[in-house]
């Protein structure tokens, strides 16, 4: 079993900043796809990055400039996401999630452990 927190949302302006985190406990988080997605009421869970258990892969929406770029530290059993040129339209729950797979998946119904997600909110 891995514990996931999410840490770091809150209100932004447009065209502002935020960084991520997720803190893992539990099982070997080395050995675990991460996986970033969120949540707009109304709105389906979307994909928006993920890495190889390694780090040495990420993804990203193909249909996304890139905005967002994950990044994980094993030693810490930690994962970011940084985000730049924040929108309204970003404004959403976020979550991060791991994977037993260790290549990471775009869709959010292989994941295995889930946090509990950090409201990140983008004022126009």
């Known amino acids: 079993q891995v514990q996931l927190v999410e840490s770091g949302g809150g209100l932004v302006q447009t065209g502002g900043s935020l960084r991520l985190s997720c803190a893992a406990s539990?099982?070997?988080?080395?050995?675990?796809?991460m996986g970033w997605f969120r949540q707009a009421p109304g709105k389906e869970r979307e994909f928006v990055a993920a890495?190889?258990?390694?780090?040495?892969?990420?993804y990203y929406p193909s249909s996304a400039k890139r905005q967002f770029t994950i990044s994980r530290d094993n030693a810490k059993n930690t994962m970011w996401l940084q985000m730049d040129s924040l929108k309204p339209e970003d404004t959403a729950v976020y979550y991060c999630?791991?994977?037993?797979?260790?290549?990471?998946?775009?869709?959010?119904?292989?994941?295995?452990?889930w946090g509990q997600g950090t409201q990140v909110t983008v004022s126009s």
């Open positions: 999630a791991a994977n037993r797979d260790p290549l990471g998946s775009a869709w959010y119904k292989e994941y295995d452990y």
């Open positions: 539990g099982r070997a988080f080395s050995a675990y796809a």
């Open positions: 890495i190889s258990a390694s780090g040495d892969r990420t």
